[in-house]
């Protein structure tokens, strides 16, 4: 039976997708482009959730999986995908002309991080003017950078490096420490980053996605995965994938915190996450 399942998948990639071969390093692999120590993202240990995602998907395929470590900084897409070392980046922003987005399979937003019985949970977007005069850590050169300049929240900001070697410096852990420790009176993160180092705080952090900002940048982004600008077949496999294992995807996502966010900006619950569409 087992033998028989693999034959018709191998078929079925064939006849829907094309040749793979002329597209993957390796047909028989799959080459996932990854950052070594990008925790709650991936790290060479597997523990990131884009590294649970690569698992369900290789087993999907039914192929081995392998990686190619970089670090997620200036030079990543050319050293790996567009070397031709692997075949897809995990997550990636759709509109971005780097690579080549599939299919969007989940969607977050930039969030406000914050110490229980601070009082500024309540607060939901930038705007709000409990945040003036208040100490703001933010990730430099990001999007909501700019959202804090428009309400007049930098003069008190505390910036956190952009472009780092993850292998040896976390701007996040840096940023989560600094609030935990009241250095900074709240934090602003990474949808993803917020939610996970918020749950393994003790005691946790309260986490508010910014979806309400209308100074500044839009702060809500849809997240595929990115491959060569060529692979159409490839696209067209990892597209079904998405579709047919939205829910599995969805647990991944919830178990390490990530924000989900509907077309509406409501909150994803874990109820309505793992339904069949």
């Known amino acids: 039976m087992v033998l028989l399942g693999s034959c018709a998948l191998a078929r079925a990639q064939v006849s829907d997708t094309g040749d793979l071969s002329i597209e993957l390093v390796d047909p028989k692999v799959l080459r996932v482009c990854a950052d070594p120590r990008n925790l709650p993202f991936s790290n060479e240990k597997g ?38 070392r692997c075949d897809v980046i995990m997550g990636f922003p759709q509109g971005d002309d780097l690579v080549q987005a599939t299919n969007p399979y989940y969607r977050t937003a930039y969030a406000l991080v914050t110490r229980q019985g601070g009082g500024l949970e309540e607060v939901s977007t930038l705007e709000d003017e409990r945040l003036r005069g208040r100490h703001i850590g933010v990730v430099a050169g990001t999007p909501p950078a700019t959202n804090m300049a428009a309400n007049g929240l930098m003069a008190y900001a ?9 292998r040896v410096d976390s701007s996040v852990e840096a940023m989560v420490n600094d609030l935990a420790a009241g250095k900074i ?17 003790n005691p946790a952090l309260h986490v508010t996605p910014l979806v309400k900002e209308t100074a500044g940048p839009r702060l809500v982004y849809r997240i595929g995965m990115g491959v060569r600008p060529a692979d159409q077949n490839w696209k067209r496999l990892l597209n ?12 991944i996502l919830l178990d390490y915190g990530v924000p989900l966010l509907d077309e509406d900006d409501h909150p994803i619950d874990a109820a309505a996450a793992t339904k069949s569409p």
Do not use: S
């Open 240 to 251: 079904r994938l998405i579709q047919e294992n939205q829910p599995a995807i969805n647990k």
């Open 158 to 166: 505390k910036p956190y490096p952009l472009m780092i070697d993850t």
């Open 47 to 84: 523990e990131g959730f884009e590294n649970k995602l690569a698992e369900l998907f290789a087993d999907k395929l039914q192929k081995k999986l392998d990686y190619v470590y970089f670090p997620q900084a200036t030079g990543f897409v050319r050293m790996t995908l567009g070397a031709h």
């Open 185 to 201: 009176d709240a934090g602003v993160l990474w949808g993803p980053m917020a939610g996970f180092y918020a749950k393994k705080a």
